[in-house]
């Protein structure tokens, strides 16, 4: 009896065990695919990022020399797939199917395609999506243009600083070159071309002309692009440098009602003008209304003085200067006693027999009871 009990134990068991669903080894994906760019050439420096949807696994996968990806081992699910290239996204897929049905896990990044399926998208046509694509290619050589243009700036405005205006104006050169249409560019050419002439004109005058020239016709392609009054303020200086004193006032009218809250600077460098060009009435009064808009400019008086004293007659051996005059010089060492002007604001005032007179800085004596 025993012994049939452990038989009948046995099978049940034995039925138990192939009752049990066989344990078979997780299977897996294979992806692949090919990546292109919008020229059609293959993606060969790219990434492919499958992230599971629901468990957040990610398999990188790199791209070979034809554009190809693949890799076996991914398990089924959705996933969100992104193309990158050197870090930024390319283009990317949300919810693919990855089964274990290899024809069906092929996942092509055509960017051609792409950007005709958005431009169709849009309504675009195909005239209009080549005046898209030429529009980006122009805003792609435009920033290209640009950085060279700041580097060139850069380069010119370092060489300015250490004073070698040849190769400033070899840079500014270049940069007219690579884009004409910036009165930037042409105003820094200018100033390039007037720090060359100041240098050219301590050993040769007449090539200083012609350098500053050059230097003018840079501030006029600056100012037909732009009118700004800092351009006529230099064209206005290198006008004056080639003895053009007319064309030079104008050019500081210009830069004046441009920018009238520096009138009283532009009013003052006519009268700089007037002064090297011998016209000595004319700055007598422009240096009257320097001093009427700013009454405390010190260098006006002693430009007024000067000016004035030109107009000064002999009497026997006795120099005679208009009224006015040793009040000018006066006011200039009252403003500025140790002014840059100082001492030769004195030896003037000595030439016409005046005295410095000026209380400035100085308290008044107390009268005696």
């Given at each position: 009896?025993?012994k049939?009990?452990l038989?009948?134990?046995?099978?049940?068991?034995?039925v138990?065990a192939?009752?049990?669903?066989?344990?078979?080894?997780?299977?897996?994906?294979?992806?692949?695919?090919?990546?292109?760019?919008?020229?059609?050439?293959?993606?060969?420096?790219?990434?492919?990022?499958?992230?599971?949807?629901?468990t957040?696994?990610k398999?990188?996968?790199?791209?070979?020399?034809?554009?190809?990806?693949?890799?076996?081992?991914?398990?089924?699910?959705?996933?969100?797939?992104?193309?990158?290239?050197?870090?930024?996204?390319?283009f990317?897929?949300?919810?693919?199917?990855?089964?274990?049905?290899?024809?069906?896990?092929?996942?092509?990044?055509?960017?051609?395609?792409?950007?005709?399926?958005?431009?169709?998208?849009?309504?675009?046509?195909?005239?209009?999506?080549k005046?898209?694509?030429?529009?980006?290619?122009?805003?792609?050589?435009?920033?290209?243009?640009?950085?060279?243009?700041?580097?060139?700036?850069?380069?010119?405005?370092?060489?300015?600083?250490?004073?070698?205006?040849?190769?400033?104006?070899?840079?500014?050169?270049?940069?007219?070159?690579?884009?004409?249409?910036?009165?930037?560019?042409?105003?820094?050419?200018?100033?390039?071309?007037?720090?060359?002439?100041?240098q050219?004109?301590?050993?040769?005058?007449?090539?200083?002309?012609?350098?500053?020239?050059?230097?003018?016709?840079?501030?006029?392609?600056?100012?037909?692009?732009?009118?700004?009054?800092?351009?006529?303020?230099?064209?206005a200086q290198?006008?004056?440098a080639?003895?053009?004193?007319?064309?030079?006032?104008?050019?500081?009218?210009?830069?004046?009602?441009?920018?009238?809250?520096?009138?009283?600077?532009?009013?003052f460098?006519?009268?700089?003008?007037?002064?090297?060009?011998?016209?000595?009435?004319?700055?007598?009064?422009?240096f009257?209304?320097?001093?009427?808009?700013?009454?405390?400019?010190?260098?006006?008086?002693?430009?007024?003085?000067?000016?004035m004293?030109?107009?000064?007659?002999?009497?026997?051996?006795?120099?005679?200067?208009?009224?006015?005059?040793?009040e000018?010089?006066?006011?200039?060492l009252?403003?500025?006693?140790?002014?840059?002007?100082?001492?030769?604001?004195?030896?003037?005032?000595?030439?016409?027999?005046?005295?410095?007179?000026t209380?400035?800085?100085?308290?008044?004596?107390?009268?005696?009871?």
């Amino acid at each position: 009896m025993m012994k049939r009990s452990l038989v009948v134990v046995l099978f049940a068991m034995l039925v138990a065990a192939l009752c049990v669903p066989p344990v078979f080894a997780q299977a897996t994906g294979t992806v692949k695919g090919v990546c292109k760019d919008a020229s059609g050439q293959p993606i060969t420096d790219g990434v492919v990022t499958y992230t599971s949807t629901e468990t957040g696994r990610k398999y990188q996968l790199k791209t070979n020399k034809k554009g190809e990806f693949f890799s076996l081992g991914i398990a089924p699910g959705k996933y969100n797939v992104v193309l990158t290239r050197n870090g930024q996204e390319v283009f990317h897929f949300n919810n693919v199917p990855v089964t274990l049905d290899e024809e069906n896990n092929v996942l092509n990044f055509d960017m051609q395609k792409e950007q005709a399926n958005a431009a169709k998208g849009q309504g675009l046509t195909a005239e209009q999506m080549k005046a898209q694509e030429e529009q980006k290619a122009k805003v792609a050589k435009e920033n290209l243009n640009i950085k060279a243009l700041n580097e060139k700036l850069a380069g010119a405005r370092t060489a300015m600083q250490a004073g070698q205006f040849d190769q400033a104006v070899q840079q500014m050169t270049e940069a007219t070159q690579i884009d004409p249409n910036k009165d930037l560019i042409w105003y820094t050419l200018g100033e390039a071309y007037s720090g060359q002439g100041k240098q050219t004109a301590k050993t040769d005058r007449a090539a200083a002309k012609d350098v500053y020239q050059k230097a003018i016709d840079a501030y006029q392609k600056a100012i037909a692009i732009k009118p700004v009054a800092d351009y006529y303020n230099n064209l206005a200086q290198a006008q004056a440098a080639v003895g053009q004193p007319d064309e030079a006032i104008k050019s500081y009218q210009q830069a004046s009602q441009l920018d009238p809250t520096r009138a009283g600077m532009f009013l003052f460098n006519i009268g700089a003008v007037q002064t090297n060009a011998g016209k000595v009435d004319d700055a007598i009064e422009t240096f009257k209304k320097v001093i009427a808009a700013d009454p405390n400019r010190a260098d006006a008086y002693y430009q007024l003085g000067v000016n004035m004293l030109g107009k000064a007659t002999l009497k026997g051996d006795k120099m005679v200067a208009p009224d006015g005059t040793a009040e000018a010089f006066q006011k200039y060492l009252e403003l500025q006693p140790n002014g840059p002007y100082a001492q030769s604001a004195k030896d003037l005032l000595a030439s016409i027999g005046s005295s410095v007179e000026t209380t400035y800085g100085k308290k008044k004596a107390a009268k005696s009871k």
